[in-house]
């Protein structure tokens, strides 16, 4: 895979900085098992208070996480919701359900959004909810 497939790009940009605030007070290893006509792509991701390195190795993980090329892309690339595809059986996470969460947070929203929303009460959704 070169830098020009989305899932190489996402796994380097989330390399690069060696730490990300976003998992300050977070540890946890992940493995990616991607797979792509036949092979599979092993992306391992190791956490520790922040700091992120990404290697290709086939190793034991807190979460394994399995998943087609085409829907992993979709995923990094904020075209699929990684919880979403995990209810939907798209993808699977063998181990911590609590890692695979904690690792949503650096995926992209939809494209176009701006990845912020606004907070909203149990009162506004309760009165979403009633029929006028």
Not at 80 to 106: D, H, I, K, P, Y
Request: proline fraction near 5%.
């Amino acid at each position: 895979m070169t830098t020009a497939d989305p899932i190489s790009r996402f796994f380097a940009d989330l390399a690069a900085p060696g730490h990300l605030a976003t998992f300050e007070g977070h540890s946890a290893t992940l493995r990616f098992d991607v797979r792509d006509r036949g092979q599979v792509q092993h992306w391992y991701i190791a956490v520790s208070d922040g700091d992120v390195a990404v290697t290709r190795q086939n190793k034991m993980a807190d979460a394994i996480i399995a998943v087609e090329h085409a829907q992993f892309e979709a995923i990094v690339t904020g075209r699929l919701n990684a919880q979403a595809a995990l209810l939907r059986g798209v993808m699977t996470c063998e181990g911590s359900l609590a890692a695979l969460m904690m690792f949503q947070r650096c995926l992209p929203g939809p494209p176009g959004s701006t990845g912020q929303v606004a907070p909203i009460s149990s009162r506004q959704v309760m009165a979403e909810r009633r029929p006028a």
